[in-house]
Structures are given as structure tokens and as C-alpha cells.
């Protein structure tokens, strides 16, 4: 079945660095783009970023753009999300996230990561 794993979360202060991880299995990885979300408390989940299956193009959130990079490896099934400059705001629950077909999201479990002095 879909596994979508993330890791790499933690506490660290502000204008510090983090690289987030997810490990995915049960599907076709190569072939679909791959996002990171994240939720803070009382708040809606929101977008983050997006690669596209080829590796090459990437989109991000206004507020993390310039931050926050993401890639992936193909052949390890993996996509990461390097967060540079972070930000007390940016403390969340991160998620990673793809699509299948229409309506079918898949979730990983999700990752803390606080940023806090």
C-alpha cells in the first residue's frame, strides 16, 4: 500500500537550518509530483512547495520562497525539503504529500518541527 514516511523534524532556533525527509513506497514514485504542506496550531493546513516528476521544475509558497528548497532522488524514492532562515512562524507540522488521479490525496504522517528560541 502507499507509505509516505517524513522525518528530520526537531527544535532549532531561529535562523537555523532543518532538512526534512519522506521515504515513499507502495506506488510509482518517479511519475508524480511531489508536495510538502505543513499545519500550524489553529491554523489551516497550506501549501509549501511542489517538484514535478522530472526533477527540474519546483514552485514555492510566497513566504518560504528563497528559504526553503526542494528535490528529490528517484531512484531512493525520496523527497527533502532543506529550510534555511527559519522563522518562529514557520513552526508546523510539516507534511508530504502527492495526488493521484482526481481526488485521491495521500498523506504522510507528518514531522514537528518548532522553531523557537
Known amino acids: 500500500q502507499v507509505q509516505l514516511v517524513e522525518s528530520g523534524g526537531g527544535l532549532v532556533q531561529p535562523g537555523g537550518s532543518l532538512r526534512l525527509s519522506c521515504a515513499a513506497s507502495g506506488f510509482t514514485f518517479s511519475i508524480y509530483a511531489m508536495n510538502w504542506y505543513r499545519q500550524a496550531p489553529g491554523k489551516e493546513r497550506e501549501w509549501v512547495a511542489v517538484?514535478?516528476?522530472?526533477?527540474?521544475?519546483?514552485n514555492y509558497a510566497d513566504s518560504v520562497k528563497g528559504r526553503f528548497t526542494i528535490s528529490r532522488d528517484n531512484a531512493k524514492k525520496m523527497v527533502y525539503l532543506q529550510m534555511n532562515s527559519l522563522k518562529p512562524e514557520d513552526t508546523a507540522v510539516y507534511f508530504c504529500?502527492?495526488?493521484?488521479?482526481?481526488?485521491?490525496?495521500?498523506w504522510g504522517q507528518g514531522t514537528q518541527v518548532t522553531v523557537s528560541s
Open positions: 504529500m502527492f495526488r493521484r488521479g482526481t481526488g485521491n490525496d495521500y
Open positions: 517538484i514535478a516528476s522530472g526533477t527540474v521544475w519546483t
